[in-house]
């Protein structure tokens, strides 16, 4: 029997919208980890909650996602666009500073 399929949209209940968070990071966070292992990738992911809280992984081979964020600004535009990454240097210079 299959789920039902829900709309996406924001949570009104700040409690259901606090749990629905907390578990979708935790999922988000392991699969993560698992693409890191699987595929042997370097992988830093970094969320911050409505708080503004700070939650960070960081593949076994980065020191954290800070520093990782550092590696993005000193690839080349055509090497961003061979990898995926077309992020303007600004933010990323600023997560460098967290």
């Known amino acids: 029997?299959?789920?039902?399929?829900?709309?996406?949209?924001?949570?009104?209940?700040?409690?259901?919208?606090q749990v629905t968070f907390s578990k979708r990071r935790r999922g988000l966070f392991?699969?993560?980890?698992?693409l890191s292992?699987?595929?042997?990738?370097?992988?830093?992911?970094i969320v911050f909650s409505?708080?503004?809280k700070l939650s960070q992984f960081a593949s076994s081979r980065c020191v954290d996602a800070r520093s990782a964020s550092v590696r993005l600004p000193l690839l080349t535009p055509a090497r961003r666009r061979r990898v995926s990454v077309d992020?303007?240097?600004y933010p990323l210079l600023a997560l460098?500073?967290?």
């Open 1 to 17: 029997m299959a789920r039902e399929r829900r709309e996406i949209k924001r949570i009104e209940s700040a409690a259901a919208r």
């Open 87 to 89: 992020l303007p240097a």
């Open 96 to 98: 460098s500073e967290l």
């Open 37 to 45: 292992v699987l595929c042997d990738a370097d992988v830093a992911l």
């Open 50 to 52: 409505s708080t503004g």
């Open 30 to 34: 392991k699969k993560a980890e698992e």
